[in-house]
C-alpha cells in the first residue's frame, strides 16, 4: 500500500477543540517513530484520543524523527534547562488549526523540528484558556510546545477588579497583574499546565520595552519596573501551582537598546530569547539587513547572562535583496560562531499583517532556491556535530 503525498496530513478535529498538533499513526504497521513513541509515552492511539487529533506521516518523516531519537533528543527538563546542542523549531502560521504548512516545512528543510510554537491570547473566552490539546498532541508527536502568551488584557469581557482608574484594561495593566487582579486567570493556567506534566517553554510579554507595538509595552505601562513585578507576580504564581514544568522564556526586542531595564533577573528566568526578523525595503522604516547586522551585537550582550539563548522568530522577508543568500549566511557554521545559542526557531508566516496593512509573507517551504539553502546548511551544521562528537 503506497499514499499520495498529499494525503499524508490528514487532520481530523472538530473546529472547536483549538488543537494544534497530533499524533504519529501510521497505516503502515508499527514504524521506528511510533515504537519510539509508544516506549516512552503509551501508546499512540492513546495520545490520539486525548489529543482528539490524529495525522499521518509520511515515512520520510517517521526516518527523520527515528533518527532524532537515536540522537536521545533532549526533552528533559534538565536537558531543556541547558541543552548540549541546537535545537530547530517553527512557528508555522497554520498552527494551531492546520499542521500542512508546518510538514511542509519539516519537509522542504530536511528536519523534524523539535520546538513547536504557537501563540496564546489571554481573556476569558474558551479560546483563550491553556491550550491543553495542542500541548499535548505536539508533545506526542515527539517535539516540545513553546508556547508565547500575550496578555492582550482588553480581551477579557468580564470587568476585572483594577487597582487604579484606567482609560483602558491595558492602560497600567502590567500594575494590575502585579497586583493580583488576573490572579484567577493565571492560576487557571498554571493549574493546567502543571497537569501537562512535560515541560513547556512559556514566552510571556515578548517585546515588552517595544514602544509601539504591543499594549503591554512602554505606551500603556512607561516604567520597566512594572514589568518586572507583573513577571515575577505570574511566575511566583504558576511556581505556588506546582508548574515546575514550565520554563520561563524572556523575550525583549533588541531594537531597543533599554531591554536591560526590563531583566527581571537571572532567578525568574530560564531562557532568554529574541526575534531576528529582516523586514528588507518592503516597509518604510526598514532597509535590507543582513543576519549579523541584525543579531551579532546582542549576541555578545546576551550571552554572558549564561542562559542558553533563543531565536524565537527567525525569518526574512523577500523585497530588497536575496533570501537564500541571507539564509545561508546566517545558518553556515551558526552553533560554532553563536554557542550560547540553543534554540533557533523559523517564522513560518505566509501572511502576516501585523506590522502593515498589506500581508507579508516569511514563509519559504514553497521556494526551492530558498528552501535548499535552508537544508544544506542546516545539513552540514549536523554533520559538522556528528564530527565534533567523534
Given at each position: 500500500?503506497?499514499?499520495?503525498?498529499s494525503?499524508?496530513?490528514?487532520?481530523?478535529?472538530?473546529?472547536?477543540?483549538?488543537?494544534?498538533?497530533?499524533?504519529?499513526?501510521?497505516?503502515?504497521?508499527?514504524?521506528?517513530?511510533?515504537?519510539?513513541?509508544?516506549?516512552?509515552?503509551?501508546?499512540?492511539?492513546?495520545a490520539?484520543?486525548?489529543?482528539?487529533?490524529?495525522?499521518?506521516?509520511?515515512?520520510?518523516?517517521?526516518?527523520?524523527?527515528?533518527?532524532?531519537?537515536?540522537?536521545?533528543?533532549?526533552?528533559?527538563?534538565?536537558?531543556?534547562?541547558?541543552?548540549?546542542?541546537?535545537?530547530?523549531?517553527?512557528?508555522?502560521?497554520?498552527?494551531?488549526?492546520?499542521?500542512?504548512?508546518?510538514?511542509?516545512?519539516?519537509?522542504?528543510?530536511?528536519?523534524?523540528?523539535?520546538l513547536?510554537?504557537?501563540?496564546?491570547?489571554?481573556?476569558?473566552?474558551?479560546?483563550?484558556?491553556?491550550?491543553?490539546?495542542?500541548?499535548?498532541?505536539?508533545?506526542?508527536?515527539?517535539?516540545v510546545?513553546?508556547?508565547?502568551?500575550?496578555?492582550?488584557?482588553?480581551?477579557?469581557?468580564?470587568?476585572?477588579?483594577?487597582?487604579?482608574?484606567?482609560?483602558?484594561?491595558?492602560?497600567?495593566?502590567?500594575?494590575?497583574?502585579a497586583?493580583?487582579?488576573?490572579?484567577?486567570?493565571?492560576?487557571?493556567?498554571?493549574?493546567?499546565?502543571?497537569?501537562?506534566?512535560?515541560?513547556?517553554?512559556?514566552?510571556?510579554?515578548?517585546?515588552?520595552?517595544d514602544?509601539?507595538?504591543?499594549?503591554?509595552?512602554?505606551?500603556?505601562?512607561?516604567?520597566?519596573?512594572?514589568?518586572?513585578?507583573?513577571?515575577?507576580?505570574?511566575?511566583?504564581?504558576?511556581?505556588?501551582?506546582?508548574?515546575?514544568?514550565?520554563?520561563?522564556?524572556?523575550?525583549?526586542?533588541?531594537?531597543?537598546?533599554?531591554?536591560?531595564?526590563?531583566?527581571?533577573?537571572s532567578?525568574?528566568?530560564?531562557?532568554?530569547?529574541?526575534?531576528?526578523?529582516?523586514?528588507?525595503?518592503?516597509?518604510?522604516?526598514?532597509?535590507?539587513?543582513?543576519?549579523?547586522?541584525?543579531?551579532?551585537?546582542?549576541?555578545?550582550?546576551?550571552?554572558?547572562?549564561?542562559?542558553?539563548?533563543?531565536?524565537?522568530?527567525?525569518?526574512t522577508?523577500?523585497?530588497?535583496?536575496?533570501?537564500?543568500?541571507?539564509?545561508?549566511?546566517?545558518?553556515?557554521?551558526?552553533?560554532?560562531?553563536?554557542?550560547?545559542?540553543?534554540?533557533?526557531?523559523?517564522?513560518?508566516?505566509?501572511?502576516?499583517?501585523?506590522?502593515?496593512?498589506?500581508?507579508?509573507?516569511?514563509?519559504?517551504?514553497?521556494?526551492?532556491?530558498?528552501?535548499?539553502?535552508?537544508?544544506?546548511?542546516?545539513?552540514?551544521?549536523?554533520?559538522?556535530?556528528?564530527?565534533?562528537?567523534?
Amino acid at each position: 500500500m503506497t499514499m499520495k503525498r498529499s494525503h499524508r496530513a490528514a487532520l481530523a478535529a472538530a473546529a472547536t477543540t483549538g488543537a494544534a498538533l497530533a499524533v504519529l499513526s501510521s497505516t503502515y504497521g508499527r514504524t521506528p517513530a511510533e515504537l519510539w513513541l509508544s516506549s516512552l509515552f503509551g501508546t499512540a492511539s492513546a495520545a490520539v484520543a486525548s489529543a482528539e487529533l490524529s495525522w499521518i506521516a509520511d515515512p520520510e518523516r517517521d526516518a527523520r524523527l527515528a533518527r532524532v531519537s537515536a540522537e536521545r533528543a533532549p526533552r528533559e527538563l534538565s536537558e531543556l534547562r541547558a541543552p548540549a546542542r541546537l535545537l530547530y523549531g517553527a512557528h508555522d502560521g497554520g498552527l494551531p488549526g492546520d499542521v500542512g504548512g508546518y510538514l511542509a516545512l519539516e519537509e522542504a528543510v530536511g528536519q523534524t523540528l523539535l520546538l513547536t510554537q504557537i501563540y496564546a491570547a489571554w481573556g476569558d473566552g474558551a479560546e483563550q484558556r491553556f491550550p491543553s490539546r495542542a500541548a499535548r498532541a505536539i508533545w506526542a508527536v515527539g517535539s516540545v510546545p513553546v508556547i508565547t502568551w500575550e496578555p492582550w488584557l482588553s480581551a477579557f469581557k468580564r470587568p476585572r477588579l483594577s487597582l487604579r482608574p484606567a482609560a483602558t484594561p491595558d492602560h497600567g495593566g502590567l500594575t494590575d497583574i502585579a497586583g493580583g487582579a488576573y490572579d484567577a486567570y493565571i492560576d487557571g493556567w498554571a493549574k493546567a499546565a502543571a497537569e501537562h506534566g512535560h515541560p513547556i517553554l512559556l514566552r510571556f510579554a515578548h517585546e515588552m520595552n517595544d514602544g509601539y507595538r504591543y499594549p503591554w509595552g512602554p505606551v500603556n505601562n512607561p516604567d520597566p519596573r512594572e514589568f518586572i513585578r507583573a513577571w515575577r507576580h505570574v511566575v511566583g504564581r504558576f511556581r505556588a501551582a506546582g508548574a515546575g514544568n514550565v520554563l520561563w522564556v524572556w523575550a525583549p526586542s533588541v531594537s531597543y537598546e533599554n531591554y536591560w531595564e526590563y531583566y527581571p533577573g537571572s532567578e525568574w528566568v530560564d531562557w532568554v530569547a529574541t526575534g531576528v526578523l529582516n523586514y528588507g525595503t518592503a516597509v518604510r522604516w526598514s532597509r535590507w539587513y543582513s543576519f549579523q547586522e541584525l543579531f551579532a551585537r546582542h549576541y555578545e550582550r546576551l550571552a554572558p547572562l549564561g542562559k542558553p539563548l533563543m531565536i524565537a522568530e527567525l525569518g526574512t522577508l523577500a523585497a530588497g535583496g536575496d533570501r537564500a543568500r541571507w539564509y545561508e549566511e546566517a545558518l553556515t557554521g551558526f552553533a560554532e560562531r553563536h554557542p550560547a545559542v540553543k534554540a533557533l526557531l523559523f517564522f513560518h508566516v505566509a501572511s502576516d499583517a501585523t506590522v502593515t496593512h498589506e500581508p507579508l509573507s516569511w514563509a519559504f517551504a514553497d521556494d526551492p532556491a530558498v528552501a535548499g539553502a535552508v537544508r544544506r546548511a542546516l545539513a552540514a551544521q549536523a554533520n559538522h556535530a556528528q564530527e565534533v562528537q567523534r
